[in-house]
């Protein structure tokens, strides 16, 4: 897990240089504490690189990493969980390797196969291959979005970075504002989904696609896709061995490191299905961490404290306060490199931060939910697909399961979001509260998110709709999940995220995973004898919740007026004053919750205050210190 830069001249003459690559560096340390490099290839072209050493310790194994003299030579972020099988399969063909590192198999690797390496690899990936024999560049992102990936063409030179603030370093007149991003975000909780950052003209790699340089430009195209046919004949107990098996497997595989390996664990069926399957191999010290909100109903840290203990874990629960609110945030911000709808962002920086001094890999649950439909709104497809049936009965049973569970208002509700109507927005800007607060440049954006590919011949409407979620939503986590963790030097692995599991899961009837107001059926199936009953058989779904309605009525001096009252955003032009101050009158009131606008409002004004204010040459914020912590 690292970070990487590189700059490729497309048709401009203008030399690379050692300076430039070490500036766009010196923005984001945290991503690789254990060393940093750079390398250029003539004037034409040059990498850089920072290195959290999860595999393979010794300094031969740092990056830039070339071989053939030279001839290849990569950057790159993330892991390749099958390097141990992949290596086998490459020695047997005649090749040779000097490292233990994941990194020598995958550039070796594509020396053997070139671009179609890519269906070959498990894991998780940002990279950046030069061939100085062809004067090409070969880039490339994961499946489904774990690792960044973000570029810029400017001047006839590819930009490219873990983070934006690396190609801010080249030139500051780039911090531009994305006014339609920005709206998507705070209208539609539109994330990091899109090819459009919050900055104009600087561009994120879609996942699962690869980028190609030459002196004849830029081409990108898709390497991987989500399956859209369903497995016949196949039953539910043997899908449920299979995705036992599977899962096993894909946590075997994340198990692999030379550091410490830890896991978030909550109360939920997600983490605690990886806690009690790994110690179906594992049996060695091992570390959790769980997010504690003493004295809250939704406080799971006791099941989760007692779930560890039961299986020999270390317990750590991190309290989830107020603390330095806006100071936290702030830092969050800078991380993120753009507004975001959750305030999970939160907890999860204190964990992260809190779980540095342990532990240097993180496991976690992320991607369950959209894989094997763990959100309330899919009742909507669910029922949606047994009128297709000509089951009256089975959709009014989901219905009624629905009103039951999140309430028959909130029903409605989410079947409207999902049927998205023309008229929706102009309904939910009612209902959000946020009518009349965005002025200016904001006023006249999108609502829509920028491409939403509509999945037409899936032959299950509810695999269909997981698809989307995967393509939406879940990139938006993805992308909170990555700069939460590296900003704390944390590499962050997801078992729930390998490809075979996922294109399996994808292909089985939708029945298997979602049924009367219950989700992820074949996964608590799949694990019933190795997790709790008391966890399998739960209805509740809480993630990361955190009391920011509160905090927002009790201490608006603390966490609202600092930034919402500020000269700064008074005089930004994009929120009106008035209906911010109506809108906050009413929360603190007691009258409505607007905790979920008033959040997005303050960290946008962060945002803004952070990356389009700040001069050239102005003094960065502080950044976090655990990994210096943990070594003292």
Partial sequence: MCGIAGIYNLYSTRPVTTGELESMLATMPYRGPDAHGTQRFGE????????????????????????????????YNGEIFNYIELREELEALGHHFRTESDTEVLLRAYK????????????????AIYDRRQDTLFCARDRFGIKPFNYLVHQGRLLFASEIKAILALDSDLAQPDYESLSRVLRASVGARGER???????RLPPAHTLTATRHGIKIERYWDYPLDTLHGVSFADSAQRVHDLLVDSLRLRMRSDVPVGLTLSGGLDSSALACLLRNFFYGDFDTFTAAYQGESYDESGDAQQLAESL?????LIPATQG???????????HLESPTHSHAVFPLWNIMRAARRRVTVLLE????DELLAGYKSN???????????????????????AAHTVGAVNALLMAAREANPPFLPRVFRRLRGDGGVYIGPLQHCTERPESERRILHASDRLNASLIRQMEGGLVDLLHYGDAMSMAHSIESRLPFL????????????????YRDGLGKLVLREAVRKEVPARIIDTRAKLGFPTPIARWFRERPDLTIYPVLHSAACRQRGVFAPQAIDAAIARHIAGQIDLSSNIYRWIITELWFQEFIDRQPGGRPLPEPTPAVAAAN
């Fill in 498 to 513: 390998d490809h075979r599991l996922i294109e399996f899961c994808l292909r089985i009837p939708g029945d298997f995973k």
């Fill in 365 to 368: 649950g992320q991607g369950a």
């Fill in 379 to 401: 009742f909507y497809e669910a029922c949606r697909q047994q009128l297709r049936r000509g089951k009256l009965r089975q959709a009014y049973s989901e219905m009624r399961w």
């Fill in 112 to 127: 053997h196969w070139g671009p179609a390496v890519m269906p070959r690899l498990n894991g998780m990936w940002a990279f």
């Fill in 324 to 334: 330095d609110f806006l100071g936290t945030l702030r830092q969050v911000v800078r």
């Fill in 312 to 316: 020999e874990m270390r317990s750590n």
């Fill in 44 to 75: 034409r072209a040059g990498f850089g690189h920072l290195r959290l050493s999860i595999l393979d310790l010794r300094p031969e194994s740092n990056q830039p990493f070339e071989i053939d003299g030279g001839d290849l030579v990569i950057t």
């Fill in 197 to 203: 950052t919050c900055f104009a003209n600087i561009r």
